[in-house]
């Protein structure tokens, strides 16, 4: 019974998904130079700010990331998978049997696709600065894109060649994080396609502000784990928003295990979510996922019920992306915000497949050959 466990600690590295992949930890460590607005709480970022209204952060951080892949082919292209504000890595893989049809990671692998899931700047096991304005969309997304670039410029693993093409998949504040880097990265961007799922425009001076219902200090929410936390850091006391109303689809115990598991984000990345306004000179592909019951975008959100017209919706989220070689945008019928936790999240996890062998044109037959 303890071998087999033993060995997984002192390798690091654990074979699991009947053996078709193998996952590990590891650490990377990035250089951050990025511009922050001195009012964290500016919706857009710093983007339309005055030079005098920035400042400088100038940091090494480390970024914690789950890596799997594939044991039977080695793709050149891995999928960068960017959770969403409270959530870590682990929304991609819930660490636990009762949940293992919920992962993302393990339903890409299986078809071929390597993955690795990381934790934000501030969240999880990556580096968490002491002051939560320094978790900003310019540091968060220049921490991501330098992920990215390490993906193609070193082995993640001895043996490993670096990989020629990285995807970014966000969901919610992680999809915001990536149309950040869109906006300020353009053409230059590591990213050779992006999936954006759970996000959708949202105009600034809409926004309540943070409230005690919903977000607030992470300090106040868990004052055994988060008590010594800047009050900067916000988490959640009840995660129902982020599911379908409809409480049939999707398990109660989900909700728990949710709860238990939830991170902390920062309060500006709330503050920044207009940032999703601004068009992106990107040029790869763009596909948008959302959820007919979101009910924070969709299903009499913010925004009402925007995501019935699936046409009028494709069109002006389209206008962001005049650069971008494709836009799609699917809306996943039944799914909640949390498109990966609910009971149909199978068909999200073969849109996000299948929009990813596009991206890359590539004929699905030759991944199994
Ligand atoms: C930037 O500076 C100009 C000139 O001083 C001023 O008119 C403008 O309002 C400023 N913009 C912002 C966003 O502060
Ligand atoms: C956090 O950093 C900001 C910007 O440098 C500064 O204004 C603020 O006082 C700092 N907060 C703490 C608690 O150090
Ligand atoms: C969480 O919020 C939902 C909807 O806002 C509410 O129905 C539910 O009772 C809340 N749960 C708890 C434990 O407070
Ligand atoms: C969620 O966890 C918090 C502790 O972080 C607890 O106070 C709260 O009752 C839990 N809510 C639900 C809905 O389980
Ligand atoms: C996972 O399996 C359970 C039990 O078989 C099922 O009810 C649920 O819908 C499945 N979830 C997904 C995401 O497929």
Request: proline fraction near 8%.
């Amino acid at each position: 019974m303890y071998l087999p466990t033993l060995a997984v600690l002192l390798s690091g590295i654990q074979t699991s998904f009947a053996l078709a992949c193998t996952c590990s930890s590891h650490f990377i460590p990035v250089h951050v130079d990025a511009l922050v607005p001195k009012d964290s709480t500016d919706q857009f970022g710093g983007l339309k700010s005055n030079a005098s209204d920035l400042r400088r952060v100038d940091e090494i951080y480390t970024i914690y990331g789950v890596f799997c892949q594939p044991n039977t082919v080695s793709p050149d292209v891995v999928q960068l998978l960017v959770h969403g504000i409270t959530y870590t890595s682990q929304y991609w893989s819930p660490p636990t049997e009762e949940f293992r049809n919920y992962s993302y990671a393990d339903f890409s692998c299986v078809r071929g696709l390597p993955s690795l899931a990381i934790d934000w700047l501030g969240v999880g096991l990556s580096s968490r600065p002491m002051n939560a304005s320094d978790v900003q969309y310019p540091t968060t997304s220049a921490a991501v894109s330098q992920v990215a670039r390490y993906l193609k410029q070193t082995p993640l693993r001895p043996g490993l060649p670096p990989f020629n093409k990285v995807i970014g998949i966000g969901h919610s504040a992680g999809s915001i994080l990536l149309h950040f880097g869109a906006v300020l990265e353009g053409a230059e961007s590591p990213f050779d396609g992006l999936l954006l799922t759970g996000s959708l425009i949202v105009p600034p001076n809409i926004l309540p502000p943070p409230s005690s219902e919903f977000l607030f200090s992470a300090r106040t929410v868990d004052p055994e784990r988060w008590a010594a936390l800047d009050p900067g850091y916000i988490s959640t006391n009840n995660r129902s928003l982020f599911y379908s109303p409809d409480t049939t689809t999707f398990s109660s115990r989900m909700l728990v295990f949710d709860n238990f598991t939830k991170d902390v984000g920062s309060v500006s990345t709330y503050f920044q979510t207009p940032t999703t306004s601004l068009a992106a000179p990107y040029t790869g592909p763009v596909a948008k996922v959302v959820g007919s019951s979101d009910q924070i975008l969709c299903a009499g959100g913010v925004a009402g019920n925007q995501c019935q017209d699936v046409e009028a919706l494709t069109k002006a989220e389209r206008v962001l992306w005049p650069a971008a070689r494709s836009f799609d945008l699917v809306v996943a019928q039944g799914s909640g915000h949390d498109l990966n936790l609910d009971f149909f999240a199978q068909g999200p996890f073969e849109t996000l497949v299948g929009f990813v062998e596009q991206f890359l044109g590539f004929d699905k037959a030759l991944l199994f050959v």
